[in-house]
C-alpha cells in the first residue's frame, strides 16, 4: 500500500506559519486552523483540539487532544482503530503520515494504518464549526465481528504494542439507560452498554429501553445521588448512522484506568465486499446530561436519521390504562404464600420467592380474572379508559393464538368492553418463536428457533396475517398492542438468520413491519413500545417508562418516582412527540406505590397496575388507598379536558 495523496511532509519549523480564520459578521460561530510544527490546531466556538500531521509525530504518539472552549481537556483521542473481522484479528502495524483535507467549513485528518485484516484501514477524524466527528473506513472483505473506535491493537514505530485507548480527562460518565444498580452518572470510569440485549440477569437490565439514544455523556460535575442529573459543561459521545446500517448489538463505552475505548458487536452478521465505513462518532458541547440526549436527538434530525414530526394520534390514547400484570402477580405471590383472600397482608417476597411468582402470574392472565379486577376497579370509581390484557392470553407466543382455556371467548370479552365506551390492548412478547416453523426463525448452530426472523418475507407475512386476525373487526377486534421484550434481541455468532439483517436494524425492521400491519388492520390501533432512540420514532405510538429498579451502588433503595422521572426526563428529550405511559411494576411496598400514583400524571398517561394487594412487600390495598387512584385520575382526566377546550 502507498503513501495517500495530498499528506503533509516538510511543514513549515514556526508554530504560526498558516493561520485561516473565518467568523460569521455577528461573531457567533468560530472556526480557526493553525499549523504548527508537527500538527494542526482547530478551534471552534465550543472547543479546540490539536491534531498531529507529522509521521513520526503520529507513529510515537497517535493522540488528537480535544479541549474545551475554556481550554481544559476533555480527552486525548487515539488515532488506532480496529475493526475485528470473524476470521482475522485487526491489528495495525505503523500508521502513514496523515492526509490533510481543509475547506472552508470543515477540516479533515485521513490516518491509515498497515492492517493485519484489511487491504486498507483509515481512521477519519472530521473538524466542524459545531463538532469533532471520529469514524473508521476499511476496504476488503469479510465478517465484521467487533469495531473498536478511541482505541485499538497495534504495534507502533515507538516500540510500544497492544491496546491502546483514548484518554479520559472527565470525572462523570451519562448513561442514559435504566441499570441495577440505578445509576444514570456514574465514575467515568465504570463501564456501559447501550443496546438492544438484555433480561432481569445480573449485568443485563440495560435493555429495559431498547434500544435507547445512542449518546454518552463526559461530565465534569459529580452527582448529588443516583437519579441526579447535573447541569455544567458535558460533552456528547453520539452514534450516528442510518437506522439500516446499526447492524451492531451492542454499542459499549469501555475503560480502563485513566483510559477508554468504545466497542460495537456486529457478532460476524455484517458482510463487507469492497469497502465499509463504521457509524460516526460525533463529540459535542451541551450544558446539562439532558442536553446531551437532546443534542443526539438533534444531530439525528439534521442528518435525516429520525423524524421531528408530532404523530397522528385519537383522544382515547390519552385515556388512563388497566395493565393487569401486577394484580396479576399480587394475586400469585398471596396463593404462593397461602393467604386466605387476594386481599389479606401476607409476608414480604423473598428474593427467591420474586423469581416463582413472575412464573406463575401468567396463569392467572385469564377472563374470570380480568373480570373480577374491573369489578374491584367499578366498585372504587376507578374507570380505566384502556384495558391492557398481559401475559399470558396467548396459547403461543409466537403464532398469537387464544388460550381458550384462559379466554373462553377473547372476541365476546373485547366486544364487551368496547360497549363500556373501553379499549382493549394485547400484550405482545416480542421475537419469541413459540410455534413458529424454524425455516421462519433465527436457529442456533443445531437447527433450533432462538428468535423469528424479520429478514424472512414468509414470516412477515405470516406476521401480517396473525395482526389481521388480533386487530381485524373480522378477528378479535383488538385495539392494539403492548409490546414488550424487545431486548430479546438476537445475539450470538453462531446463529443464522437472513444474512445482513441483525442488531439494532433487525429490530427496527421488526417493529416497523408490526407497526404497518397494525395500522393496515386497524388506523387507530395504539402501539406501545419501550425502544426510546430517537429513530424508533415511526414505528410506535407510545413509549413506557418500563419496569422499576431497586437500589443504588451502596445498595440503598432508590425512590420510584425519582426514578421514573428520569426516564421521563430522557424520553421527552430522546422522543417529544412520542406519548408516556408511565408504567407501575413492581412496586416496592404501598408507600412507594401510592407516592408514583400522585406523580403519574405529571409524567404521561397513568397505568393502573394494581388492584388487590402489593406482590413485593404483601400489603393489602384497600379502598382508601384505591380512592387516591380515582381522585389522580379525575384531575388528570379534567387537566386533560382543559387543555383540550381551546382559547377565547
Known sequence: MGTLPGTISGMSQTTDALTSARAENDGSTRFEV???????TV?????????????????RSPYAIHR???GRRWTDINLITSVHRTDAVDESYGLRTPEFIESDDEVLVIVEGVSSAWERRATRLRCTPQNVELSVEVSGAGDLDDVI?????????????GTFRSAIAFSSLFVPVPTEPVAFVRPARSSAVLGVVGDADPGRLNGIFSPPPFVYGFGRPGPAGPTDLPEGDWL???LRAPIDAMTFTTFRYEPLDGGFSVRLSYEGHTRVEGAWTSPTMVLFAADSAIGVVEGHRRDLIEHGYAVDAPRDGVDWWNEPMFCGWGAQCARSAHLLHEAPAPNE????ETAEEESVVVLLAPQLARQSVYDDFLGQLADNDIEPGTIVVDDRWQAEYGTATTDLEHWPDLKAWIADRHAEGRKVLLWWKAWDPEGLPAEECVTDPFGRPVAVDPGNPAYLDRLRGI??????????????????????????????????????ASLHRLLAQLYDAAKEAKPEALLIMHAMHPSFGDVGDMVRLNDVLEKDIDGVRVPVADQLSVRHAIARAALPHQRIDTDQWP????????????????????????????????????????????????????????????SP
Open 34 to 40: 493553525v499549523r504548527d510544527e508537527v500538527g494542526v
Open 43 to 59: 478551534t471552534a466556538a465550543d472547543y479546540s483540539i490539536w491534531i498531529p500531521l507529522e509521521e513520526k509525530a503520529v507513529g
Open 68 to 70: 474545551d472552549a475554556d
Open 149 to 161: 473506535l478511541f482505541g485499538g491493537s497495534a504495534v507502533i514505530p515507538s516500540g510500544a504494542s
Open 236 to 238: 456528547g459521545l453520539s
Open 345 to 348: 397482608p401476607t409476608d414480604p
Open 467 to 504: 395482526v389481521r386476525g388480533l386487530l381485524g373487526a373480522d378477528g378479535l377486534d383488538a385495539d392494539g398492542f403492548k409490546i414488550d421484550f424487545t431486548q430479546r434481541t438476537p445475539s450470538g455468532r453462531a446463529l443464522k438468520g437472513t444474512p445482513g439483517v441483525w442488531g439494532v
Open 587 to 646: 412496586m416496592p411496598n404501598r408507600g412507594e406505590w401510592l407516592a408514583y400514583t400522585r406523580a403519574q400524571h405529571t409524567l404521561g398517561v397513568p397505568a393502573l397496575y394494581y388492584v388487590e394487594a402489593i406482590d413485593r412487600s404483601g400489603e393489602p390495598i384497600g379502598r382508601e388507598h384505591l380512592a387516591v387512584v380515582a381522585e389522580t385520575w379525575r384531575e388528570y382526566r379534567a387537566a386533560r379536558d382543559r387543555r383540550s377546550v381551546p
